[in-house]
């Protein structure tokens, strides 16, 4: 199982472009890079998936460079709703398999 | 859309007490799973169930602990008796199995706080 690291915290302000990397060194061939959303006392909600170059959906784009050993979320024009806990992980790509979170990154996007 | 919904959203109970947290996941999804987060802690993993057997667990998911899925549409967890040190979110969550190729996102209910006095 793939450890990811991510910083603890991070600040920004409404209508900034927020990047968050996630390092995973030891990242395996069916190891598939993930991001999840969590906002207090609610669960963790899925945003964005890939394996490999760039993804993007209607929330987010995920950068993921040749060598698959960090990712970088991205973040367009955040606003207050924005400010929770997000999680990088890097499960097996097959269905069935448990997540395994570790602290995320919490992000405060101030007015 | 379709979404995973947990009862009750807060349970109460005295140390000892056994209680039955319950899931109904999303309903042609085939893989469940159980997490716990305690209060300013992690998300852990419990447990994940497919064709009706526990088919992963993690060492907190000891013999205090069992799921069942006793219908089509329900998936439960008791906690035979509980400690104070159980209180905690708990999260359901579930997966369509949609082949071995890709990664399949895990849908997460609302949670139940559990409180254990």
């Known amino acids: 199982l793939a450890k990811t690291t991510q910083p603890i915290s991070m600040d920004s302000y409404e209508g900034q472009e927020v990047n968050i990397t996630c390092s995973h060194n030891n990242i395996a061939t069916n190891d598939y890079i993930t991001w999840y959303q969590q906002f207090p006392s609610q669960g963790p909600r899925f945003i964005i998936q890939?394996?490999?170059t760039k993804v993007t959906n209607e929330v987010a784009s995920l950068f993921i460079p040749a060598d698959r050993k960090s990712s970088t979320l991205s973040l367009p024009r955040v606003s207050l709703s924005d400010t929770a806990v997000y999680y990088c992980?890097?499960?097996?790509?097959?269905?069935?398999?448990?997540?395994?979170f570790g602290g995320g990154t919490r992000l405060m996007v101030k007015p | 859309e379709p979404e995973v919904t947990q009862t009750p959203s807060h349970q109460v109970t005295q140390m000892g007490q056994e209680v039955i947290l319950r899931c109904v996941p999303i309903s042609n999804h085939l893989y469940f799973y159980w997490y716990r987060q305690i209060l300013g802690q992690k998300v852990e993993f419990l447990v994940s169930f497919y064709n009706n057997e526990i088919s992963e667990k993690s060492e907190i998911f000891d013999d205090q602990f069992s799921v069942e899925r006793p219908d089509g549409s329900n998936f439960t967890l008791k906690i035979r008796s509980t400690k104070l040190e159980d209180s905690a979110m708990y999260f359901c969550?579930?997966?369509?199995?949609?082949?071995?190729?890709?990664?399949?996102?895990?849908?997460f209910g609302p949670g139940t706080r559990l409180t254990v006095l």
């Open positions: 992980l890097a499960p097996l790509g097959n269905a069935g398999n448990m997540l395994t």
């Open positions: 890939g394996y490999k």
């Open positions: 969550a579930s997966t369509a199995a949609q082949g071995l190729s890709s990664y399949n996102e895990q849908f």
